[in-house]
């Protein structure tokens, strides 16, 4: 792949824009090996004044994987406020494109997110774009942040509401978008610099579109 990203930053607003041109190979009638080429353009904007930062993305997905033309969009918004000394909050949301499931073009919608860090989005369950996520409904996931530290102590609550952004069918049925919600749980203690002791609970509330998705 081939990328170029700029950042820069102004008083109060920081700015980053990405190109990224990503090689996939695959085969044709098995035999000879191609590569097509998708496109990630887009960018993040940041915005500081005190305790308060908000933030916004938007990339675009175009291009060929195995032959089949790519559209694909991603947006995401957070609002994140430190209520006090100890408090923060924040809300926000991620949309990642899907496609239908009873669509039967080849064209791929579906967003990857490709060299993202899976684990850090979406819930600690990791339900979603840990290797299932190829051609997929895609997903809204709306969140609120809720963290309080102290000294050596720490811990935060985040519940996820989780939504397809495209259709999901049982046979012939569609299903209801929602998809549920989880629960987040983290404990952190700091014995010492360099040791800290971490806990966590979560909870997924599942819908009975989660369980048609993931059969």
Known sequence: ???????TDFKKVNISVLFLNNGMPYLVENEKE?????????????????????DGAAYLQTGKIADNSVNATYFSANINYKASTYFNTSIGFEMLSGKDQNETSTAVKSF????????KFNGYMDYFYVGNHINSVGLTDIYVNIGYEKNRFSAKLTPHYFASTASIYEGEQKQDNYLGTE??????YKIYESVTVDAGFSQMLASTAMEVLKS
């Not at 792949?1 to 950042?7: G, I, V």
């Not at 191609?34 to 908000?54: H, M, P, W």
């Not at 629960?183 to 952190?188: A, M």
């Open 112 to 119: 990857n997110p490709l060299y993202g860090t899976n684990h």
């Open 34 to 54: 191609e590569i097509d080429y998708s496109q990630t353009t887009g960018s993040r904007l940041v915005f500081k004044n005190g305790a308060l930062s908000i």
């Open 1 to 7: 792949f081939q990328y170029l990203w700029y950042h």
């Open 183 to 188: 629960l987040d749980f983290t404990l952190v």
